[in-house]
């Protein structure tokens, strides 16, 4: 126990709150840089600080440290602005579950070699006193690297944001049909606007920050009052979805892009529609208004549009796109815009001649939006391929890539103070900081040509077996590196692999909802298992080796006899998708994972579900069970890792990431575990307090 710790456990709970709260104004108030430092830099206050006052009031504390008169030395200031950022990472997670507090500090701060950084994470290791994963390795993203912050609470795509003109709010647009309001800094969510009955595709705030307009696949817009998150009116018109809206810089009319091949021109005040634009033979995909009151389109018919709204003349068509124009976005001057196509290719215009003034080539894959910074300098794309880039306008060069998401990127916004927000196929939004938003590089290991869907070993280690996408599955000899051999019989994709005890045989599961059975000495495919209606997603084998279990789509398990490839019996009780199943060191019991956000625990002669494990929030995606039977560990989206006790079905022990967990696996030792996200990163952690649950149970 730390000195400060022992001071404050002296304190009554009102005091205790008042120290927390000013103790660090007042240490940089009277220039006292040395004890803000080791106050800031002392676990035990930040453990302390983020229960009583939250994660936002901690933060802060580091901004003291950095805007006062403090005096602090090069080193002793990296080392506050690592802890800061590293808190300022996991806002979102810590917000949830405060718990999270010590493996996320190590997770993002273990390879920082500072003393005072890793006497911080020591301290984190020691304060534990009950079961947690330790992380054996930096296994989250790095402190200050990639996104600022990420903002979490949408449950499907983000497909649009935009940014207040005071820079300070933000509005995200979802496929779960709502809009949310978001205070930047502090990464908080103000309100959540409900009311249209498809999803939401576009957002726009108009200039003096008190009205949004959203568009959305229910073919209408809405206008909002942001201040109190209230539906001002609905403007009807439109035959088919909404894409893209703009609104004029005076605020009184605005713009809407549709899949019916038209634009239309509403006032915001009455909801009026003034006209509507025709011009464009496929759908139109957005639209931008330059600050001289024109607008541009862009479209499937692969071009973009320049019109004048007040007259609703088309003034000139810009052609050069070989593919979907999907974005477009002016430059504040009005002089050039940058338009984004399916093909991966930008193009600079020139508004008042049409032409293109150059063509900026960084993809190969679909591009979803682009956005310009307020200087007219630099423009950031976002992109299918999960990334987005920021370019230099003027000469048009790529500066950096930005690679925090893991799915699609569908929209990106620029503020004022070099912000950006992005938005993704992957339910969150990130905050990027433009000026030094480093790329974040991983390492990976390089062997298939191709991606590779599941992998097993034999218990002897002398054997794998691989899956991969042409359908097929190669066996590979572990010590020479060789391939033996390639097995071919599934008619699609390969999920799932297994290895017998004995190495002698192995079970693949595949798309085509039959497992097959497989001699690895020979190749041959002994026998075909039929049953499933739908794709499978795993396959469990026994210890004895006689008995199977798969998992599938079709929300069963099925048990097989593995010598005669018979099915005895089907596990019902999920509701969605079963993606995993883990059979007991005993071969009594199994337990399954599924997208209806549970585990079940079965009795495998019998086929009766003995208990149905509750906690995760999303789809659970693999589980893994420890050698002595006793725990379990699952991985799911939610972004969690979860470690139960298998005899009283309870949650012990739980592990936040960034990115949702695709798998797991505990090491024989059954307190290492292992586990991928869908980042591509791989964590390592220790299962901490195991010798002391045993004896207090």
């Known amino acids: 126990m730390s000195k400060f710790k022992e001071r404050l456990g002296k304190l009554s709970p009102k005091k205790r709150l008042y120290a927390l709260e000013t103790l660090p104004g007042h240490l940089a108030e009277s220039v006292q840089g040395e004890r803000l430092h080791q106050l800031l830099t002392d676990f035990d206050f930040i453990e302390a600080k983020l229960d009583a006052i939250g994660v936002q009031g ?123 309001i978001w205070e930047i800094d502090i990464g908080t969510e103000l309100r959540t606007l409900i009311g249209h009955t498809g999803w939401v595709s576009a957002v726009a705030i108009a200039p003096d920050g008190k009205t949004t307009i959203s568009a959305s696949g229910d073919n209408t817009l809405k206008i909002w009052d942001t201040e109190t998150g209230t539906e001002v009116r609905t403007l009807t018109g439109h035959t088919d979805s909404v894409n893209g809206v703009a609104i004029a810089p005076d605020g009184k009319t605005a713009i809407s892009a549709s899949h019916d091949r038209t634009l239309k021109i509403w006032d915001t005040e009455s909801g009026t529609e003034l006209r509507t634009l025709t011009g464009h033979s496929s759908h139109v995909s957005a639209v931008a208004i330059a600050p001289d009151g024109k607008a541009i389109s862009a479209s499937s018919d692969k071009t973009l549009k320049i019109w004048d709204i007040d007259s609703g003349t088309e003034l000139r068509t810009l052609t050069g796109h070989s593919s979907h124009v999907s974005a477009v976005a002016i430059a504040p001057d009005g002089k050039t815009a940058i338009s984004a196509s399916r093909n991966g290719k930008l193009k600079i215009w020139n508004i008042d001649s049409g032409t293109v003034l150059r063509t900026l080539i960084g993809y190969n894959i679909q591009l979803s939006s682009v956005a310009i910074a307020p200087d007219g300098k630099r423009a950031i794309s976002a992109s299918a391929d999960k990334t987005l880039k920021i370019w230099e306008i003027d000469i048009g060069t790529e500066l950096r890539t930005l690679t925090d998401h893991t799915d699609s990127v569908l929209a990106v916004a620029i503020a004022h103070n070099k912000r950006a927000i992005s938005a993704s196929q992957d339910n969150t939004i990130k905050v990027w900081d433009t000026d030094n938003g480093n790329e974040l590089r991983m390492r990976n290991l390089i062997g298939h040509s191709d991606w590779v869907s599941a992998v097993a070993i034999a218990n002897d280690g002398k054997l794998a077996i691989s899956a991969l996408p042409d359908n097929s599955l190669k066996i590979w000899h ?115 994972a599924s997208g209806d956000k549970t585990l079940k625990i079965w009795d495998i002669d019998s086929g009766t579900e003995l208990r149905n494990l509750i906690g995760h929030t999303h789809s659970v995606r693999a589980v893994a069970i420890a050698s002595d039977g006793k725990l379990a560990i699952s991985a799911s989206d939610d972004p969690s890792l979860k470690i139960w006790d298998l005899l009283s079905g309870k949650e012990l022990a739980s592990f936040s990431g960034d990115y949702g967990f695709n798998c797991c696996a505990i090491a024989p030792d059954g307190v290492t575990v292992v586990a991928g996200d869908r980042s591509g990163r791989v964590h390592f952690l220790r299962l901490e307090g195991v010798k002391q649950l045993t004896v207090d149970s």
């Open 58 to 180: 901690l933060i802060e504390d580091y901004d003291l440290a950095r805007v006062s008169d403090v005096l602090l030395s090069e080193g002793q200031a990296e080392t506050l602005r690592l802890i800061q950022g590293a808190i300022r990472k996991s806002a979102h997670i810590l917000d949830e579950d405060k718990k999270q507090l010590a493996g996320h500090l190590l997770g993002r701060l273990l390879d920082f070699e500072m003393p005072e950084i890793q006497a911080t994470l020591e301290q984190a290791k020691q304060s534990k006193d009950s079961l947690w994963l330790r992380p054996l390795r930096g296994n989250l993203e790095r402190a200050n690297e990639g996104a600022l912050r990420t903002l979490a609470g949408h449950t499907s795509y983000v497909n649009a944001v935009a940014i207040a003109p005071d820079g300070k709010t933000a509005i995200s647009a979802s496929h779960d049909r709502t809009l949310k």
């Open 478 to 592: 572990m010590l020479s590196l060789r391939e033996i051999r390639t097995l071919t019989g599934h008619t699609k994709l390969v999920t799932a692999v297994a290895l017998a005890p004995d190495g002698k045989t192995a079970i693949s599961g595949s798309d085509d909802r039959t497992l097959k059975i497989w001699d690895t000495d020979s190749g041959n495919e002994l026998r075909t298992l039929t049953g499933h209606i739908r794709a499978v997603e795993a396959v469990a084998i026994g210890l004895e080796g006689k008995r199977a279990i798969s998992a599938s789509r079709d929300y069963t398990l099925k048990i097989w006899d593995t010598n005669s490839g018979r099915e005895l019996r089907t596990l019902i009780g999920h509701t969605r998708d079963v993606w995993e199943v883990a059979i007991a060191p005993d071969g009594k019991t199994a337990i399954s």
